[in-house]
């Protein structure tokens, strides 16, 4: 399974970006898939998530200016970035849980995305 991120670049304060993450390979089910971020020396932070079911979770500081959504037809996720600010600076990732029958049981397995840059000019 990969995951291709796409839709990074250069922004100025207020502007926009919208990011997409797409899956591909042997897929059986994509239950949470998500937004990550990181910047030099710090660790990776959840930006959004979102389930199978559409529930969404955001980390505070994006509430309200980012949006995730899914196409659960293309195996897809993207993130909406509206008024962004120079502290959403970061390289952003893609993650995945993925389910998969394994016997009689469920397993789950976890893929992260290559990363695009986000860099919001102040």
């Known amino acids: 399974v990969q995951l291709q991120a796409s839709g990074g670049g250069l922004v100025q304060t207020g502007g926009s970006l919208r990011l997409s993450c797409a899956a591909s390979?042997?897929?059986?089910?994509?239950?949470?898939i998500g937004w990550y971020r990181q910047t030099p020396g710090k660790q990776r932070d959840m930006v959004a998530t979102?389930?199978?079911?559409?529930?969404?979770n955001y980390a505070d500081a994006v509430k309200g200016r980012f949006t995730i959504s899914r196409d659960n037809a293309n195996n897809t996720a993207f993130l909406q970035m509206n008024n962004l600010k120079p502290e959403d600076t970061a390289v952003y990732y893609c993650?995945?849980?993925?389910?998969?029958?394994?016997?009689?049981?469920?397993?789950?397995?976890?893929?992260w995305g290559q990363g695009t840059l986000v860099t919001v000019s102040s």
């Open positions: 993650n995945a849980r993925l389910l998969r029958p394994s016997g009689s049981s469920i397993s789950t397995e976890d893929y």
């Open positions: 390979g042997p897929i059986w089910l994509i239950n949470i």
């Open positions: 979102i389930t199978n079911g559409e529930s969404t």
